[in-house]
């Protein structure tokens, strides 16, 4: 297993003088291309498959929550200690800011409606009242393993190039999150699956209406795929489907491609 030192010095780059300065993904503008399979241009995907509204869901979710769980790593960070972990935990927390800005110049690419916006700020409403309840790390667990991992997945797999790539870069962070997250609340000993039925609901509701056909690629990906798959993350850390499908979508230009698993 990956120490808590081996994380922050992976997402690091060493000074002259041997300093660690960690090192953030940098959003670009984002130019709107039609939806594709793969990142491939050729594979236009089909109106009736419902991609366009689940992509809608995704981005006005990544505005409303990318924050928050920021704000929930922070709050974990007070009462945190050791200094090895609050570097990690701090970097963390930054990234936040660089992907909230990333969904926010994807939105001005792709504009999301008013219903849209207003739904998912329902959504987010159902997280945030959690806190009161709920230890603020399990809930950035719970969102990052089991809603952003499989958003960011779909964004990779019938996203079009550009928010693909935009994908890939926020996924390398959500990575490392994820893994530390988890981390962090088998340490303080609560149950993820304590949170699966809002993460599921919420994945339902992201995806809800997908309906990608068999005969496209080799499984059914409608919202049943993307619940189990979330399901899987949060119980076991790993959803085999969904990196089969995934790896396959990382068809970015050869110096773009992430060498590992994401998931």
């Not at 499989?150 to 490392?176: C, K, Q, V």
């Not at 056909?213 to 076991?236: M, Q, R």
């Amino acid at each position: 297993m990956t120490s808590i030192t081996q994380f922050y010095k992976e997402r690091c780059y060493v000074t002259a003088d041997e300093k660690l300065i960690p090192k953030y993904w940098h959003p670009q503008i984002i130019d709107r291309v039609p939806y594709t399979l793969h990142a491939d241009a050729t594979r236009v995907c089909d109106p009736n498959w419902g991609v366009h509204e689940v992509i809608q869901r995704i981005l006005a979710l990544g505005l409303e929550l990318e924050l928050p769980v920021g704000e929930f790593v922070a709050d974990y960070l007070t009462t945190e200690e050791r200094s090895s972990l609050r570097l990690l935990l701090k970097s963390n927390v930054a990234d936040e800011a660089h992907h909230f800005r990333g969904f926010q110049l994807a939105a001005e690419a792709y504009p999301l409606t008013e219903d849209v916006k207003d739904e998912a700020k329902v959504v987010s409403d159902y997280w945030k009242v959690m806190k009161d309840t709920t230890p603020s790390i399990a809930l950035a667990a719970a969102l990052e393993i089991g809603v952003f991992l499989p958003s960011l997945a779909a964004l990779r797999l019938f996203g079009g190039s550009s928010l693909a790539r935009m994908a890939d870069g926020i996924s390398r962070d959500e990575y490392r999150h994820a893994a530390v997250n988890r981390m962090l609340v088998d340490r303080i000993g609560y149950n993820l699956m304590d949170l699966s039925q809002l993460v599921l609901s919420t994945v339902v509701w992201v995806f809800q209406g997908l309906d990608i056909p068999e005969s496209v690629l080799g499984v059914n990906v409608d919202w049943k795929f993307f619940e189990e798959a979330s399901y899987d993350l949060i119980k076991t850390g790993s959803a085999n489907q969904l990196d089969d499908l995934v790896n396959y979508a990382d068809h970015l230009l050869p110096f773009e491609i992430s060498n590992y698993k994401l998931y």
